[in-house]
Nanobody
Framework: MRLVESGGGSVQAGGSLRLSCRVS????????TGWFRHIEGKELEGVAI???????TYADSVKGRFTVPKDDASATLYLEMNSLKPEDSATYYC?????????????????????WGQGTQVTVSS
């Protein structure tokens, strides 16, 4: 399986960005996919997850601002980021888990994901 992110960049606080993740080499609709982010000096953080039934899980820090739509026809996952804050600046990674359905308490845990993209940088300036 291969995951390729795109859409990162720089934006001012309050602005919006959309990240895309193209999934190939697997049956896209049969697993859980989502977005994680890494800030230098901090642990990898689960941001937004969607499973094959469309059930979503969001980190408290992004609830109400981020959404994670997916297009099964094109095997593409998105991260729609609105009302961006400087603390959202990070490298964002798309990830996929093939271990089965994840409970809400596990969905944001990076250890459950076995396929990762290369990452894309998001910078939010104040």
């Amino acid at each position: 399986m291969r995951l390729v992110e795109s859409g990162g960049g720089s934006v001012q606080a309050g602005g919006s960005l959309r990240l895309s993740c193209r999934v190939s080499g697997f049956t896209y609709i049969t697993f859980c996919t989502g977005w994680f982010r890494h800030i230098e000096g901090k642990e990898l953080e689960g941001v937004a997850i969607v499973d094959w039934d469309g059930i979503t899980t969001y980190a408290d820090s992004v609830k109400g601002r981020f959404t994670v739509p997916k297009d099964d026809a094109s095997a593409t996952l998105y991260l729609e980021m609105n009302s961006l804050k400087p603390e959202d600046s990070a490298t964002y990674y798309c990830a996929a888990s093939t271990v089965g359905r994840l409970s809400a308490s596990r969905a944001l845990g990076a250890g459950w994901y076995n396929y990762w993209g290369q990452g894309t940088q998001v910078t939010v300036s104040s």
